[in-house]
């Protein structure tokens, strides 16, 4: 609606924080609905997400409706004063739909349809599957769109549907022409003067499929371009139907947490509400650090505040081995969400299933039932969010420090022929949050080209391809007096996969005081590499720095002997190798010091985080023996009414959300 304002996450929340999850009730007699309803209510649930596998429910033929027991569900959740999330049901089309359009079904790259019997077997360029998702959306919208308990719209599941059928390789030659306009420029950009595959009529193009050997790395990062925008065109369309039927809610549809499948920077820009789903191995040691950055990345693509739209209250059931959550474990990762921005704490979801595939895969109620441990946590959970509700929701803490991610350059460097398969982007980029995060020093995630300004130090973890507009934007970032320390990897190719001359993009070269990039030294999994100051993982380089006063530290031994590993010139920082976690830690918290960026809190045990949000201070400690905490002053805890002076003590997976 033109001139309207767009709702915002605090339309839904109302100044609570939403709590609940994923309702599936027609997999549970009416009766046991009555149930979860008292169930809910002692467990101080405020939100429950309705409709997300419910198509073939809703649409058990072609063109019928079944919304008698959907009415009854709306009904009830408003009686129970329980807001509905309602989702448009488009991720798992009915069974029908697939046997009599097979149209609508994805293929593989070998050319294998993807058959129903699972979920999001659709195809993204499908005709016939966009006029039944907007069908059903069109009808929910004008069903449901003035019913008291609908507070939001969640649009599909989990997009994550790639597809190499004959639909999807027209709307992939459409895309193309629309990027480049003609055959000439897309030769250029896609390098086909390589293995003579110059392409003389858009007809011969299609999706990348199975080929003999190494495919073009042009067209492979294209498609995923592709996969991602035409995933985005299902997603605006079906908002764009429940919008025009209520501009007043929110609309959402959930990540996956750093999925490589969608540039989520841009996507978020088409969303009221960023959601993620986020699901940490409990036995990971440092399943709290991916949590942490899942959460400041949400965070930053939402620039505010954030839904948590699932994670799990017990085990999973898709790892080798689903181990289920220690006791307080839930309710610490919950609150570090919380703490790091999220307004809104769920789960998939409320009942855990007795059929279907994921039947182990842990619900707010488990098989236990009301007297398990799981329910149990649950019910203090939502009492601890109660308490602190009214001093956090919509509150938000920014950060000096920025960490540059994208998506195409992730797309770019995920290719078949690269240096060495043993570089995995999110592996590097978790290193580097991780060190940061170590050194309790607060991090917000930025697109290259995004505004730098307010950040005093930006950090890039690797960098493949980068956009002229981005080595500008960083140019910028240093010469307005910002400091910027680089990994390796950064900078080597332009926007279409075409390696920079020297190796790295002249003006980064200058910006770092590199004369010459030699070559490219990549390490085998076990290898490492020494300096004068700590030992290198994955990666070493063959530098010539351009002045000796650039050179912070030196290889020792090997064939880079006494070569740069590490070089400073003044406020830009470029380290060739990945030091290992704890030499990464003290190196980012050094460059930050000397920055004037300092810890959240400062002398904390180990295990404990420090995060600050609004005026309020929340430890989280993710260990399981006491420690003390010196924290100077009076201090109040919100979750049990205690005041603290000069020290906390924190038990087993505990959390003080403090207010001075």
């Known amino acids: 609606m033109p001139g309207h304002k767009r709702p915002t996450l605090g339309d839904a929340t109302r100044g ?62 408003h009686a129970a004063g329980v807001g509905v999330v309602l ?51 069109e009808d ?51 390098g086909t003067a390589f293995w003579s595959q110059g392409y003389g009529d858009w007809a011969e193009i299609h999706t990348p499929r199975h080929a003999h050997y190494l495919k073009n790395p042009g067209q492979v990062l294209d498609f995923k371009r592709f996969t991602s925008d035409m995933l985005l065109e299902c997603c605006t369309a079906e908002r764009d139907i429940v919008r025009r039927a209520t501009p007043h809610l929110p609309v959402t549809t959930n990540f996956m947490p750093l999925w490589v499948g969608l540039d989520a920077w841009r996507w978020a820009e088409e969303e009221d509400v960023v959601s993620v789903d986020l699901y940490p191995d409990p036995r990971d040691p440092l399943g709290a650090q991916h949590g942490a950055l899942v959460q400041d990345l949400t965070r930053s693509q939402a620039r505010g505040p954030w839904m948590l739209m699932e994670q799990a209250a017990g085990p999973v059931n898709w790892r080798g081995v689903n181990h289920p959550k220690p006791r307080g474990l839930n309710r610490l990762w919950s609150l570090q969400a919380v703490a790091r921005g999220a307004d809104a704490v769920c789960y998939f979801q409320w009942r855990q299933s007795r059929q279907g595939a994921e039947k182990f895969h842990s619900g707010m109620v488990s098989h236990a039932g009301e007297e398990g441990r799981t329910y149990q946590e649950i019910k203090r959970l ?8 009214a001093e956090v929701t919509g509150t938000h803490s920014g950060s000096e420090i920025a960490i540059l991610h994208d998506w195409h350059a992730w797309w770019a460097g995920d290719q078949e ?60 970032h240093v010469h307005g007096g910002g400091t910027v320390v680089a990994g390796f990897l950064t900078g080597v190719a332009d926007a279409d996969d075409r390696v920079r001359p020297g190796g790295m993009d002249a003006r980064l070269r200058e910006l770092f005081g590199i004369r010459t990039l030699h070559e490219w030294w990549p390490l085998d999994a076990q290898e490492r590499v020494e300096t004068d100051g700590f030992r290198g ?42 030091p290992e976690p704890d ?36 430890l989280l400690h993710h260990g399981r023996d006491s420690v003390t905490v010196r924290l100077p002053g009076a201090h109040h805890d919100l979750l049990t009414g205690t005041t603290f002076t000069d020290e906390v003590t924190l038990g087993r997976y505990d959390v003080v959300v403090l207010r001075s």
């Open 16 to 77: 609570r924080i939403l709590f609940g999850g994923d309702y599936n009730p027609e997999q549970w007699p009416e009766e046991t609905w009555r149930e979860d309803v008292a169930l809910m209510a002692a467990a101080g649930v405020n939100s429950v997400t309705l409709g997300v596998f419910s198509w073939a429910k809703l649409e058990p033929k072609p063109g019928a409706r079944e919304f008698g027991w959907l009415d009854t569900l709306m009904d009830l959740m």
């Open 87 to 137: 989702a448009t049901p488009t991720a798992s089309p009915p069974p029908w739909m697939g046997h009599l359009h097979p149209d609508t079904l994805p293929v593989d790259q070998d050319g294998r349809t993807e058959w129903w019997g699972g979920r999001q077997h659709f195809s993204h360029s499908s005709a016939t599957y966009r006029r039944y998702a907007a069908a059903i959306t």
């Open 140 to 190: 929910l919208a004008a069903r449901y769109g003035d019913h008291p308990a609908l507070t939001m719209w969640h649009i599909n599941n989990e997009y994550c549907t790639y597809d190499w059928s004959e639909q999807a390789a027209a709307r992939f030659r459409d895309w193309l022409r629309a990027r480049y306009g003609d055959l000439d420029a897309l030769n250029e950009a896609w």
């Open 382 to 389: 939502g009492a601890d969010l109660a308490r602190i509700s």
């Open 417 to 476: 022929g690269r240096l060495s398969h043993e570089v995995d982007h999110p592996t590097v980029l978790s290193a580097w949050h991780r060190a940061l995060w170590e050194a309790d020093l607060a991090t917000d995630f930025a697109h290259p080209e995004h505004d730098l300004t307010g950040y005093e130090l930006v950090v890039v973890p690797q960098l493949y391809a980068m956009t002229d507009a981005a080595i500008d934007n960083l140019l910028a």
């Open 537 to 578: 993982t994955l990666w070493s380089e063959e530098l010539e720095a351009a002045e000796p006063d650039a050179v912070e530290a030196v290889y020792q031994g090997g064939e880079l002997d006494g070569l740069p590993a590490v070089l400073r010139n003044d406020r830009a920082w470029y380290v060739s190798t990945l």
């Open 583 to 618: 030499a990464l830690r003290t190196l980012l918290a050094r460059i930050a010091a000397d920055t004037g960026v300092r810890p959240v809190a400062e002398g904390l045990p180990p295990g404990v985080e420090a995060v600050r949000r609004g005026e309020l201070l929340f």
